[in-house]
C-alpha cells in the first residue's frame, strides 16, 4: 500500500496554463507539505497544512494554492505556469507536533512547462 | 545564508571505503533527519535524531546538539549506497523542515 501517494508523476505543459497535483496520504497524519525540488536537487518548502493552518512560505508566488478537501488530501494548483515553474514537486506528511514523528515523502511529480 | 550546511556537495568513493557526510546548522532543533534519493527515485527517511547516535545496518548517524552538528557514515560502501544523501532540521516550533542543498555520492565498483 502507497503511503503518499501523488498524481501524475509526469506533467508536461506550455506556458500560462493552469495545471493542478494531486496528493493523497492514507497514514492519517495531520500535517501535509509540499516542495519544490530544483535542478540542483535543493529541496525548498512550500506549504505546511495542518487541518487547522496553513503556513505559506511567504517566497512562494501566489500563482500557487493549496487546497485541502479533507485530510487525507493536499493538492497543489498552480496558475499561469512558468518556465521557472519547471521543477519536481513532493507532497509528504507526518504526524503534527514537534515530536520525532518521520516524515514521508511521495514519489514527486516532475514538472515541465514549455 | 541557508539554516543547515552540508559537505561535501559532492562525493565519489570506491567500493567499501568508508564515507562521511557532515551537516551543521543554525536554528534551535526537536529533530534532525537524514533522508535519501535515488536517481529519479523518490525520497526516504533513513534517521531521525534528537541526540547521540543511531545504526541501521552500515548506516551511523550522530548528532552533536551543543556542536550543531550532524554526521552520516557508511561503512564498507557498495554501488547501491550512490544517492542523494539530505540534512533535514526540525526547529524547536512550527511544522516547517529546513533542508541541506544535498551531498551527490557516487560508490564506484
Known amino acids: 500500500d502507497t503511503a503518499v501517494s501523488q498524481t501524475p508523476k509526469y506533467l508536461v505543459t506550455q506556458m500560462g496554463n493552469d495545471k493542478s497535483i494531486k496528493c493523497e496520504q492514507n497514514l492519517g497524519h495531520d500535517t501535509m507539505y509540499w516542495y519544490k525540488q530544483d535542478s540542483k536537487k535543493f529541496l525548498k518548502i512550500m506549504f505546511s497544512y495542518n487541518n487547522k493552518e496553513l503556513i505559506i512560505n511567504e517566497t512562494v508566488p501566489n500563482r500557487f494554492s493549496p487546497k485541502s478537501p479533507d485530510k487525507a488530501h493536499l493538492n497543489l494548483h498552480i496558475n499561469s505556469l512558468e518556465l521557472g515553474d519547471s521543477a519536481v514537486y513532493f507532497c509528504?506528511?507526518?504526524?503534527?507536533?514537534?515530536?520525532?514523528?518521520?516524515?514521508?515523502f511521495g514519489p514527486g511529480t516532475r514538472l515541465t512547462v514549455t | 545564508k541557508n539554516e543547515v550546511e552540508q559537505s561535501p556537495q559532492n562525493l565519489t568513493a570506491q567500493e567499501g571505503e568508508f564515507i562521511t557526510i557532515n551537516c551543521s546548522y543554525s536554528v534551535g532543533i526537536s529533530a534532525l533527519h537524514w533522508l535519501q534519493q535515488h536517481p529519479g527515485g523518490g525520497i526516504v527517511s533513513l534517521f531521525m535524531l534528537s541526540s547521540g547516535k543511531k545504526k541501521h545496518g552500515r548506516l551511523i548517524a550522530t548528532i552533536n546538539i551543543q556542536e550543531k552538528h550532524s554526521s552520516l557514515h557508511i561503512t564498507a560502501s557498495h554501488p547501491r549506497d550512490s544517492a542523494v544523501y539530505i540534512c533535514a532540521v526540525q526547529p524547536n516550533t512550527g511544522n516547517q523542515f529546513y533542508f541541506g542543498t544535498g551531498t551527490s555520492l557516487t560508490v564506484i565498483p
Open positions: 509528504a506528511s507526518r504526524r503534527a507536533g514537534q515530536g520525532l514523528y518521520e516524515q514521508y
